[in-house]
């Protein structure tokens, strides 16, 4: 038997895939086991009240009575009038591609906006949401008026698309997410996937992912220079001055 005056034995060592996951992951799990453990559903009422306009949207939408309705209040095209689209855009969110699988958007709005709104809180993760939705809509335009011979250009025939859904505001609340959780490699990973979907299918859909993202990382920017105008210290995770990120 071991004397209580023998050294004790080394721990394990921890692998270094171990070591990534727990440094980049590790704040973010923190975060999403503390809240619903709390408070349960009642912690993403954002994300719930979303998930179920989503779902009346997509079903109103394929009804001879809905269509229209739908379109007058959530359908954004970019040869519509600015106040117009500006006045839709908040609906638009909502209202899922007729083309695509609704299920997608609502396990995008469920998965993305729920971790959000834990990590974010409800008003931030909204009006991120918004931004890189409004800044996608931006780009439409000003892709038109550039013309299809520019990088960021696009064609006329873009200017009738109808652009809705939430994919825009879920790209834009994940890299957004990634940066105040410090899980920098998953960030950069959505930003790259980004850019291949683009350069792999380079469509109206495609580039107002990169607007959005664009958006977000626009005012990621202005957060980190008024941190560092203010003298914030910023820690990083795995040292003994930094703490989970406090919801707001």
């Not at 954002?46 to 779902?55: H, P, Y």
């Not at 997608?104 to 918004?130: K, N, P, S």
Request: some cysteine; hydrophobic content about 50%; overall charge positive.
């Amino acid at each position: 038997m071991t004397s209580p005056s023998s050294p004790s034995a080394p721990a394990p060592r921890t692998s270094p895939v171990r070591r990534f996951a727990r440094r980049e992951w590790g704040p973010l799990l923190a975060v999403l086991r503390r809240e619903p453990a709390a408070r349960r559903w009642r912690a993403v009422p954002l994300t719930l009240s979303a998930v179920c306009l989503t779902a009346l949207f997509q079903f109103a939408q394929n009804q001879d009575w809905g269509y229209g309705p739908v379109q007058a209040v959530g359908a954004v095209r970019a040869g519509d009038p600015l106040w117009l689209a500006l006045l839709r855009t908040p609906l638009s969110l909502f209202v899922p591609a007729l083309d695509l699988p609704v299920w997608g958007a609502l396990a995008q709005v469920l998965l993305v906006f729920g971790i959000a709104e834990l990590c974010l809180g409800r008003g931030r993760t909204l009006g991120i949401a918004y931004l890189a939705t409004l800044c996608g809509t931006l780009y439409a335009r000003a892709g038109i008026a550039l013309g299809p011979g520019t990088p960021f250009g696009l064609p006329a025939s873009d200017a009738q698309v109808v652009d809705t859904g939430p994919s825009a505001a879920v790209v834009g609340l994940a890299v957004y997410v990634c940066w105040r959780q410090r899980a920098y490699w998953t960030g950069a990973a959505v930003v790259v996937a980004m850019v291949v979907e683009v350069f792999v299918k380079p469509n109206l859909a495609g580039k107002e992912h990169l607007a959005a993202i664009a958006g977000v990382l626009v005012l990621i920017a202005v957060r980190a220079w008024r941190r560092r105008g203010q003298g914030e210290p910023v820690p990083r995770p795995g040292t003994r001055s930094w703490k989970p990120p406090i919801r707001s």
